[in-house]
């Protein structure tokens, strides 16, 4: 069983920054990619960000794009998204997963979720 879970989530005003925080844990495995998704209330669950193990590229959804900045820590099997110059647009449930070996997010490992709130 491979845990993962969020910290760093919060309510914070507009134009403000949050750093959120995944770590991985739990039986042997092999990371391919961890990515931020996110769920706002009344809409689909969206992709956000996603980093590569492998070589740290990264991939970002339009509308963080020059905002967001997702990391990894390679060590320690950690993923962070510093969260910068947010709007209520960016009110969601963000979500942690892990893409083991490529099966792809969907196949993979889910976080419980962390709440961003921002108020205007």
């Known amino acids: 069983q491979v845990t993962l879970v969020e910290s760093g989530g919060g309510l914070v005003q507009a134009g403000g920054s949050l750093r959120l925080s995944c770590v991985a844990s739990g039986r042997s495995f092999g990371i391919y990619r961890m990515g931020w998704f996110r769920q706002a209330p009344g809409k689909e669950r969206e992709f956000v960000a996603a980093?590569?193990?492998?070589?740290?590229?990264?991939s970002y959804a339009d509308s963080v794009k020059g905002r967001f900045t997702i990391s990894r820590n390679i060590d320690k099997n950690i993923i962070t998204l510093q969260t910068n110059m947010l709007n209520s647009e960016d009110t969601a449930v963000y979500y942690c997963?892990?893409?083991?070996?490529?099966?792809?997010?969907?196949?993979?490992?889910w976080g419980q979720g962390t709440q961003v709130a921002v108020s205007s």
């Open positions: 997963a892990l893409d083991e070996n490529g099966r792809g997010f969907e196949a993979g490992n």
């Open positions: 980093v590569s193990w492998i070589d740290g590229r990264t």
